[in-house]
């Protein structure tokens, strides 16, 4: 298994001794490997998202055979 070498903040170390105190994880690895895992998880999520709403986006601009530029039945004027 690759290691990796980081340095924390005060903060976050002693929020991850904390959780391991707590006996939420066995130990300091599991802490780091499941948080590091449920991150990389989110932000694969959160990018999807962002590209498909943008891709959505970019569709519904591109429709403009559904809509209207001016039609007196629904109370447009220019």
């Not at 006996?23 to 694969?44: C, N, P």
């Amino acid at each position: 298994m690759p290691q990796l070498e980081i340095s924390l903040s005060d903060d976050i170390d002693m929020q991850i001794d904390q959780l391991v105190s707590q006996e939420e994880f066995v130990d300091r690895q599991e802490a780091l490997e499941e948080m590091l895992s449920l991150g990389i998880k989110e932000y694969q999520t959160t990018m999807e998202s962002d590209t498909r709403d943008e891709m959505e986006f970019a569709d519904e601009m591109m429709e403009t055979t559904e809509r209207s530029l001016g039609d007196d039945d629904e109370g447009y004027r220019f």
